[in-house]
């Protein structure tokens, strides 16, 4: 791999411990993946900061680096956390747990890292097509590479971090056209309805593809929301960090069929509870200022019944653009929660048993992650359970 | 004569002690607690066995990138591996490694190494030496 005279002088020390150990990171990633050189990136998004998530263990290690005097190069946003400051009465964590938690939050402003504290950061701001991104969070990867059009790998939390504080990543993987390139076609023969197909769809195809390209057909005018939930539901099931999605493809590809049975199927293995849900979840991944404002729309004069939790999670940027949607949900008794989501917090610890959701990468995960029971559905229906008729 | 086995040398460093020889794959993070180096993963081939002060053999990495992190903290309490063998190198244990200054060589059949054996890691040329079989 070639470095610059610069970049040789940062992996022998000359910058100190905190930027040698970042570029130690990226070159021997670059050189295990094969990479050519370092190329500069617009901005890194780095995950690793749910106290519930991680643990301990990442908090010494950020320690050092800020020790170090590590600072973050390019813009740098950070994943949600456990908890939402602003929502300590809907969220009765442990002190501990909050205190361990603001910690990591405090170490990554110590870098210069933006306590942004979403998995959807391209609602803040929108990466160019084209523009080269070191990113984590699986979700935001697919959405970034797929609708985007940004050009980024799957990165981890440390890698991502190691980029921020380089300003550049190996150029390997996505950053390279070849590997962006289609490999199988699935045909997708249902009309899709809504969110909720969409994310049955990832579900599915990340379970077949193994890794591969797909190139979608048959998606109906997807909107950015449709095309969020396939991406993250892709990502949650399968190592992909891109799908492809239009009319018939130019090329000659292996082509895979998905029917309208293979999908209902999918939703109701990620159904694993028959009881009526205590919390109804929107949000993951955290919601734009349109899906906010839907929501609003659907739940209209009614209430949110007695003993459901109805939670809406965004960041606070989108949040504090979304008001006046805001106060009709949280006047029929509704929360919009920021910072965080059902799957990063301590669930079981709030009395949560049944969550239900619009999204299939909860319900992929809360079962395991959470330990709670779980109903996928579409969003218009989730209201409806959460409200009063 | 000692055996020696020749690899690709991932981080530098060298290291001598007893390996501790895996055929399933280890997740650190959830798998490996970060306080005691006790491997928790239930029904793992390692399952309760201290990763402290071996030379930590497996197939691969698997799991969160979280695991990074918690290879770095292991290190640093004291209770972390001398150094680590691998068929092949994923990014979350090459990370750790790196991070925590853990020497590593990968493209070893791990099959050849048996658990409890004396060996040698020399992470800068990529070599693993087996100095005497388990004791009997």
Known sequence: MYLTKEEERILEGEMGWAYQTAMKVLVKLGELFGATRLIPVRSAHISGVSYKTIGDAPAEFLEEIVKAGGVAQVESTINPAGFDPEHVDEMPIPEEFRFKQSRIINLYKKMKIEPTLTCTPYYIRRPEAGSHLAWAESSAVVYANSVLKAWTNREGGPSALAAALIGKTPDYGMHRAENRQAEVSVKVEPELKGEMEFGALGIYAGNVLKGRVPYFTGLRSPTERDLKQLGAALASTGMNSIFQYGAEHKKELEKITVEEADLKKVVEELSTASEEPDMVFMGCPHCSLEEIKNIARLIGKRKVKEGVKLWVCTSRYVRERAKAYVRMIEAAGGHVLCDTCAVVTWLRELGVETLMTNSAKTAYYAPVLNKVGTILAPTSKCIDMACEL | ?136
Do not use: W
């Not at chain 2, 530098?12 to 501790?20: D, H, S, T, Y």
């Not at chain 2, 029904?43 to 799991?63: Q, W």
């Not at chain 2, 290190?75 to 853990?102: E, L």
């Open chain 2, 1 to 136: 004569m000692a055996v020696e086995l020749k690899g690709r040398p991932v981080v530098p460093g060298e290291a001598r002690g007893v390996a501790l020889v895996s055929k399933q794959s280890l997740s650190f993070l959830g798998g490996v607690d970060p306080e005691s180096g006790i491997i928790t993963e239930r029904g793992h081939d390692l399952e309760g066995r201290r990763v402290e002060g071996v030379i930590l053999c497996f197939p691969h990495g698997h799991g969160s990138t979280v695991g990074s992190y918690v290879l770095y903290s292991l290190v640093k309490r004291g209770v972390g591996p001398k150094a680590i063998v691998n068929m092949r190198a994923d990014p979350v244990v090459v990370v750790g490694a790196v991070i925590a200054g853990v020497p590593m060589v990968d493209q070893i059949d791990i099959d050849l190494i048996e658990d409890g054996a004396l060996v040698e890691v020399d992470g800068t040329k990529g070599t693993v030496k087996i100095l005497r079989e388990k004791p009997r």
